[in-house]
Each structure stands twice: as C-alpha cells, then as structure tokens.
C-alpha cells in the first residue's frame, strides 16, 4: 500500500471500527482509549473501536502465520500486529494490588489516571465524554494511586514490557491546583525510578505558579487539555472548562511553554462533537503559533457516557481538517517527533502521524 492509502486505512479504521476475528488485547469500559484494540497497521500506532459500531464494521482482523492481517470484504490490506497482554500485568505490589489496576500499557506507552476521582463528575460540570468513573465503580481500578506504587509498576513495563514513556493523568480537584502538584509528584517518582520521559496532564490551575512547580519535579512534558476550540461545543460537552475559556487554556498555554518549551505542552482537540471546522483549524493555528501541539482525535464515545450513542466522525471529516493543521505544523517544525512523552508522542488514537509521510511527500517541509 502507498502512503495515502495506509493513512486512508487508519483514519477509516478510527472511523467504522475493526471487527475481531481473532484474539487480542484490548481495553474495554471506563476512560482512556477504551472499547477498543491497540495495534499496529503497517507499523504505524493505531486505536480501533473493537465494540458498539464495529459489529457492522467492513474492516476485519484476522490471525496469519506470522501476525494478523487487515482484510475487507474478504481482501488482504495490510499487515497488523497486536499487543500482547503484558507481562507486568501478572504481577502484584507487596500489599496485594494488581499492576494492572494500578497503570496499563497503550501499546509502548505505561498509562495511569493517579487519582480515578474528578470533582465534576456525576454532576452538571461533569465533561459529557469522560468516562473517568467507569473504570473505579467497575473495580478495574484503584481510586487513588500513589508514587511508590507508580513507581514500581512503571520500571516493570520498561523492563518487562519494552515502555518508552509514561502518561499520567488525573480527576480534577476543586483546590486551587486542581490536582496538578498530586499528579507531578508521580511523575517525579517515576522518572527517578525508571528514567522514562513523562508526561502530567491536568486542568489550569487557577494559580499558574503551580505550573512552574510540576515543571521542577523534572517531568518532561504537559498535557492541558482544551478538548475544542468551538466555545459553544465547550459550553454543552465541558461545562467546568468552559468557565476557564479559550483564552484562560492559552493563557495557561504560555506559562506551560515558558517552562517545558514549545512541542512539550499538548493539548487534546476532539473532532465529531459539532464544532466548526474553520474555528477548530483556526484555533489549532493559533496553539501551534504559541508552541503547543494540538492532538486532534476523532470523538471515541465511551460506553455508560452521555454521549455513548455518539458516532465517531467519517474520515470524509476528519481527513480535511487533519491536512490543514498537520500542514501548517510541519511548516514551523512540529511534528510526531517533538513531543517527549504522552499522546501526542504515542499518536496511536489520532490520524496526524498517519498523514506526515504524505504531507512531506508532496513538499510540505519544516521550515529550519
């Protein structure tokens, strides 16, 4: 397959789904890539919906001799590989916890929500697409993780399981850091124990010093996520970062870039929740401009959500405002390669990375 149609492949995928056809690894309810498979398609990191509008999905995995197979209509198109069940997941901390309770692997990346508790949910701030509760009342997870235990499970994925990086996310709180110093901490434990890159995602603390702290704990880093930059979508699907605004996330934005450097503060723009097209490319503009990657991802409806009964966007969507910001990312330099860790570096749940060896195809270059 050329480089177009392997992109055309991947955002199709994100799109309809993967029907399984043989056994692999997957997450399933609760927040995060969930309701889907992690794999590789002709080597590029791919999320997959596996459930709800797969069942009439075209595409199909197939198990061959030496790996899987994406096939449609009974068509050979690409070669796959899936992730195995890691091997840290068999193991437990001295108290009795299961690593997997503790962080996940998404694909090469270790992943935790350290506190599985935000202050908006199950009211009306609650974000309209975050299933963050689902995973703590499912007992899939532990409430409230701390840095030794991060630490711990952290070394065994890069020993065990190959990681590269460590992602580490949290619930919002209603203090002033809204949960950021909490999440630093383990990121600060993590990487003096395993030496991974990590990235600490967190809302804008009301107190922007705080930011200037995480950045001494020594993560690598930051990801603040905005979700859109239609302010009326924001309003209806993110009422508590709504009262923040655009401009308190570029305000925010700035500080963040000041202390960990332009590509090392992202920010997750969802595509498929009734935004405007040219206000979203727009605002991904404006964050390149300010030194931040925005990580555009189709909406992923999350089962036992508010918008569970969403459809993730067709690829006839996606595909034009992923061309115009990756575009004019590659222009000032930014690309896959920037971040250090997170996301926006593992690339499997959107279709930008997918797109970067066509774009440069056609003569789109970083400017030195």
């Keep these: 397959m050329t480089a177009t149609q392997i992109s055309e492949l991947i955002l199709d995928l994100q799109a309809r789904g993967l029907r399984l056809e043989a056994p692999m690894e997957r997450r399933t309810g609760g927040a995060g890539p969930t309701d889907c498979g992690m794999l590789w398609v002709a080597g590029h990191p791919v999320t997959a919906p596996t459930e709800g509008i797969a069942k009439d999905s075209p595409y199909a995995l197939r198990a061959e001799d030496d790996g899987y197979g994406i096939y449609r209509d009974g068509v050979r198109l690409a070669d796959a590989s899936a992730q195995r069940r890691p091997r840290f997941y068999d193991l437990t901390t001295a108290d009795g916890v299961p690593y997997w309770q503790i962080a996940l692997l998404h694909l090469d990346s270790v992943a935790s929500t350290v506190v599985q508790h935000c202050a908006y949910w199950g009211n009306h701030d609650q974000c309209r697409f975050c299933g963050i509760g689902l995973s703590l009342s499912a007992g899939r997870t532990v409430a409230r993780k701390t840095p030794e235990q991060l630490a711990e499970v952290a070394v065994a994925a890069r020993d065990l399981d190959g990681a590269v990086d460590a992602t580490l996310t949290t619930g919002s709180t209603r203090g002033i850091d809204r949960g950021a110093l909490y999440v630093g901490r383990c990121g600060q434990a993590v990487k003096q124990a395993s030496g991974l890159p990590v990235e ?5 603390p009301a107190d922007l010093d705080v930011i200037d702290q995480v950045g001494a704990m020594g993560v690598d880093s930051v990801g603040i996520h905005i979700e859109t930059f239609d302010p009326a979508v924001l309003a209806r699907v993110a009422p508590a970062k709504a009262r923040t605004g655009i401009e308190g996330y570029f305000t925010a934005w700035q500080r963040a870039v000041s202390v960990f450097g332009a590509g090392q503060v992202s920010t997750y723009v969802i595509l498929g929740m009734g935004e405007d097209p040219q206000m979203t490319i727009d605002g991904c503009k404006r964050a390149v401009d300010a030194g931040v990657y925005p990580f555009l991802v189709p909406l992923r409806p999350v089962i ?40 926006a570096r593992c690339q499997a749940c959107s279709g930008l990375s997918s797109m970067e060896p066509v774009l440069l195809q056609i003569g789109s270059r970083p400017k030195a």
């Design 304 to 343: 036992g959500t508010p918008m569970a009964d969403w459809k993730p966007p067709p690829s006839t969507y996606t595909r034009p405002i992923y061309a115009k910001v990756l575009a004019y990312m590659l222009q000032r330099g930014m690309t896959s390669a920037t971040t250090k860790a997170g996301c």
């Design 200 to 204: 600490a995602q967190f809302e804008p």
